[in-house]
Structures are given as C-alpha cells and as structure tokens.
C-alpha cells in the first residue's frame, strides 16, 4: 500500500489549497482515510477523516476545511479555504483497513503573513 499526497506549498494568508493522497494497493471505497497535520514544535494532530461517504472534521478548522473522496481515482482531498498562519505545517494522509494503518509522506503548506 502506497501513500501519495501532493498539492502543499506556499500560500498568502486567507488563500487556499486543495490537497490530494492517491492510494495504491488500497480502495480507498473500504479504507478509512484521515489527514493528519504537524506544525513546527507541535505534536501531530487530526485534521479530517474519510470513511466511505462519512466525513469529519476537526474543530479547529470546521468550516474553512473539506475533506472528499473521488474512488474512481482512488483519491481523498483536503479543500482548504481561509488559510491563516496556525495552518501551516506538514500534512500526511494515512489509511487504516484489516488493522494495518498505512502513512504517506507529507507535503508541506506554509501561510504567509
């Protein structure tokens, strides 16, 4: 199983991104997928999740934040709008399914002032 997540880089305050995690050797259909987002000297925390077509998203970014999940792509994105400097960090998609959890490789989003 296989992680891809893309779409990170630099963003002004109040902008916007759209993430995206392509998942190989898993269908993302029965899979429970989340993003996750650490910020620099901070612990790892949850962002959004995905398990078919229930979603969930954290408090601190109800609102601005949308997670969604195209299956003919095998692909969850995370829309992000009203970007402010508490968002920068680094975001990772993980899957979970059987009791493996599988992790990406993180993509980096930086707010600017």
């Known amino acids: 199983v296989q992680l891809q997540a893309s779409g990170g880089g630099l963003v002004q305050t109040g902008g916007f991104l759209r993430l995206s995690c392509t998942a190989s050797g898993l269908a993302l259909s029965i899979a429970t997928m989340a993003w996750y987002r650490q910020a620099p000297g901070k612990e790892r925390e949850l962002v959004a999740g995905?398990?078919?077509?229930?979603?969930s998203i954290a408090d601190a970014v109800k609102g601005r934040f949308t997670v969604s999940g195209d299956n003919d792509k095998n692909t969850m994105y995370l829309q992000m709008t009203g970007l402010n400097s508490g968002d920068t960090g680094v975001y990772c998609c993980?899957?979970?399914?059987?009791?493996?959890?599988?992790w990406g490789q993180g993509t980096l989003v930086t707010v600017s002032s």
């Open positions: 995905l398990h078919g077509h229930v979603t």
């Open positions: 993980a899957a979970a399914r059987s009791g493996n959890r599988y």
